[in-house]
């Protein structure tokens, strides 16, 4: 699409030369294909550097734009990113008339259903009602249980289990916000990438990225009933026990345990073998390799120690 | 039904004129076709004001019962609602032999369901293995995503996005208990209503209404695997965080924000433009305006205070 | 299979008689076609009258293992049980040849899945979508909604209702774990019993036991979004509301309330008419026949008080 396009679409103006634009990308992702857009100042450095053809910026934000890369002043840059996603999100069904890719030793059961573009590789098992959207790629030995639904263009690694019900790459959940309180829908453009031997529990939620992916690494087991956000990384061999919802953007390390029921905060970084105990509340970054507990978060030992010693006085009636 | 056919399956009589019943109905919406029932005094006031044509009561409250009313004395009436609840359940396939009428623009793919009665208008997109029940109503430009449940008689706005997984309409969690400690089902006879450009999560599920609908007002957007129980109501413009709870017949204004595994006891109501944040747990009535945090609720700021004076009171040892 | 063939895979040695295991079985369970592990000393005294035809132990343990049961020593039963447990596991399609054994009267709707050996009985609803494993059984009445799951081996009880998208029998979430921290997946070779009368809520999950079975008992209802772990034990009419999570082996007695977002730790007993309150958080056996809340749990009433106390007390700045 044109830049001169989108520009109508928005009723807006821009500077610069009018060029392609395939669709909106992660600041420090974008060439010069790609749109991009700024509000955040904490972004600024890295934005002064971004490759992309376009950025939508506040009129403050209009010196940091570097060269070479044409400029649309808006008052809300988040708000018009959100009015374009829909232009740019990819199509859920007729993005492509290539017929799907199913090696021969592949079962796919009756009334499974597998989109144009999809690769099934070898071994690879697709139980009844499952849902295999288009350009997914499923790859050798993984088994995808009934009535599971992985949306387009999303990554299954090799031995993967994916429970009964389970959703992978469904839509985060992000919205601009209107001056009147409307909340205008955020298309994700990114997607799920499953390394290998991850399982993924029944009734499990993992939203894809708005930009780029929402990534689990390889021989992370996550239980029933679990959410991940939109554009989180679980690292290596993590275990993510059920009902615990990971905020978006959350970064997990390597061998981190989730308690059930726990919980991090949005942007969250938590250290390699990390244990957080169930109900645990995590909103801010920790480091690795101690156990957790508590809402707010405290060291395990202390939140066993604080909750005895509130009980105790609660008994002794000094509270 | 005859109210002498209902009165012989409950093995009791009943005192005034013998009519057609077609259903149970909440006691202010009731009209002489129906039957209602009162068991809790806080609604005597609205009964002896009833349009019903029958209504099951205690033997104290026969004197409130208003004159054209038929009476069936009970020492139970909210178990003898769930016995009868069966009876006047919508069939769940067969209730009508009217085909589906699907606008010639909508795209109903493989494997999907669209029951006997349902209406699908301009531009609907129904995802492969989704379930339609009979005579729902889908509006313009909505799209079901995989797999995704709607019972029967429920009614689905413009521009809705039904995520992968989600269940829209089935039973609340009712029952009537015997003094034995045996739970009776209540048949829940309403339904729930989507207005437009509401968005539903994965995995999520919203409960039909006992009578009546659960409703979703415009613009509201709610996460993966929340739950909303039956009867509630939901303001213009929601946020409903992934893993939140709310219990039957919770009444949000509008733009309220339940931070991520909040919660709601049963019967309240929220004000408009409150907050609630992630874990907050609501009891009590709250005005609007403000944000919360806490289980019990109180104000967030008071929240973060307190929290960090029990901590460093911890870290002092005075507790 | 031969134990020797066994060993094979193992890379291990046994002592004692080779002979035909059909496969794993709990220690007090076990006949002499079975293999058992020993790792918990906690089950030394169950073990030295086991009937198990073989046991993985560890070298301390060799001089317990009762006569006539061969031994393969390990340095990690849990671990070789583990890798073993994939052998052992039922094929998740094309266990039978037999045709499914459908009532004339049940319903089975279009897009439904009836695995091979499965029984459907009398006035038994099959709606659309929904997937009944290989060999699963279905007593008279019972309701199935869309889209929900029932994997191989599941018995379900007469007048169910087992609501849209919900998950019956899935894995349970064990692993052995190396000590690379790698997580080894643990098949899981028993089942899920549903007794007549049970509800089981809109995406809520059910995990099938290690051995044996998880059950749930007569007439308990379930509400939507609950996690039930693997080998828990339900009483009779048992209410569990919403987003409650029972950890694995978690038993209850009968006549249990859960209140909403409420959780069990693994392994925890609570005795008959017990009310767990909401977001009350169960780590030790409790006995019967009171209300508790809070976690820490304590008596409800215990924790109204002291979060009134805690509060007054941050008021006037006490604390």
Redesign the interface.
């Known amino acids: 699409m044109r830049l001169s396009d989108i520009c109508e679409k928005l009723a807006r103006d821009y500077v610069g030369e009018d060029r392609e634009i395939s669709g909106f990308q992660a600041i420090q992702d974008a060439s010069s294909e790609h749109i991009v857009y700024l509000e955040n100042e904490k972004f600024l450095n890295v934005f002064k550097n971004t490759k992309a053809g376009a950025a939508i910026v506040l009129e403050k934000h209009r010196e940091f734009v570097p060269e070479n890369c044409s400029i649309i002043i808006s008052q809300n840059p988040h708000l018009d990113m959100a009015l374009l996603s829909e232009l740019f999100a990819a199509k859920?069904?007729g993005s492509t008339s290539k017929p799907p890719q199913i090696d021969s030793s592949a079962?796919i059961?009756?009334?499974a259903?597998v989109g144009n573009g999809a690769v099934i590789k070898a071994n690879v098992?697709v139980?009844?009602?499952a849902?295999i959207g288009e350009n997914v790629v499923v790859e050798e030995g993984t088994?995808i249980?009934?009535?599971a639904?992985v949306?387009n263009n999303c990554v299954i690694g090799k031995k993967c289990?994916l429970?009964?019900?389970c959703?992978i790459g469904?839509?985060g959940?992000g919205?601009a916000h209107t001056k009147e309180?409307?909340?205008v829908?955020i298309y994700h453009l990114g997607n799920v990438i499953l390394e290998d031997d991850v399982?993924i529990?029944?009734?499990?939620?993992i939203?894809r990225a708005v930009f780029g992916s929402t990534v689990i690494k390889k021989?992370t087991?996550i239980?029933?009933?679990v959410?991940i956000?939109h554009n989180c990384e679980l690292g290596e061999?993590c275990?993510i026990?059920?009902?615990t919802?990971l905020?978006g953007s959350s970064i997990l390390g390597?061998?981190v345990v989730m308690g059930?029921?726990s919980?991090t905060?949005g942007h969250i970084k938590i250290g390699d073998f990390t244990t957080i105990g169930?109900?645990g509340?995590v909103s801010k970054n920790i480091d690795g390799g101690k156990v957790y507990a508590g809402?707010?978060l405290?060291l395990h030992k202390?939140w066993l120690?604080?909750?005895m010693?509130?009980?105790s006085?609660?008994k002794e009636k000094k509270?």
């Open positions: 859920i069904i079962i059961m009756p009334n259903y098992t139980m009844a009602g849902y088994i249980y009934p009535n639904v949306y289990h429970l009964a019900n959703v469904s839509d959940f919205y309180g409307v909340h829908k399982e529990g029944a009734c499990t939620t939203d021989g087991k239980d029933n009933l959410q956000g061999h275990i026990v059920s009902q919802g905020a390597r061998n059930g029921q919980a905060g169930g109900r509340g809402f707010p405290m202390d120690k604080m909750q010693k509130l009980l006085f609660f509270i």
